[in-house]
Structures are given as structure tokens and as C-alpha cells.
């Protein structure tokens, strides 16, 4: 999304101010990288951000499933971006 940060764990949109400032608190408190919304750590590979987003879309929701849509688009796999 142009206006937000999407994040697989939660499937919330933060908006790029927030995402930002969250980014800062944690350099500044040299913690590990999280989601401002729901404070899980973020993944560290795209295996751990695919399987997350997967979890999501297995519980049917439905900003997962446009996102997943999303990306197979932008992939040109228009097959799999139907599945």
C-alpha cells in the first residue's frame, strides 16, 4: 500500500509516520525489530514472512488474501494469484 506498512503477523496497515517512529525507538532502545501494532518480532526471512501470511489467509482473512494477490500479480503468476 502506498500510504502504510503492511505486516504479515497481524495484517495490519501502519502508516508509514508510525512505522517510522516505531523503527527509532528501537535503534535508539536496541531492541529487536517489531510490529508496531501487535508487537510480535518481525520475520528475519521471506520463509518465516511467507508462512505467517499463510496462517493468516488459513484463517480466512481477507487483507492477507489481497496481499497475497497482490504480490503474485506483481510476480506475473496470475494462475497461483487465483488459487
Not at 15 to 42: D, M, W, Y
Not at 53 to 65: F, S
Request: with cysteine; charged share 35%.
Amino acid at each position: 500500500p502506498k500510504s502504510g506498512v503492511y505486516d504479515v503477523c497481524c495484517s495490519k496497515i501502519i502508516c508509514r509516520g508510525c512505522s517510522h517512529a516505531n523503527n527509532l525507538r528501537e535503534i535508539k532502545l536496541r531492541v529487536q525489530r517489531t510490529c508496531p501494532f501487535c508487537r510480535k518480532p518481525l520475520p528475519k526471512k521471506k520463509e518465516e514472512r511467507d508462512k505467517q501470511l499463510m496462517k493468516r489467509i488459513e484463517a480466512n482473512d481477507p487483507a492477507a488474501m489481497c496481499h497475497l494477490g497482490i504480490e503474485k500479480r506483481k510476480e506475473e503468476d496470475y494462475s497461483s494469484a487465483f488459487e
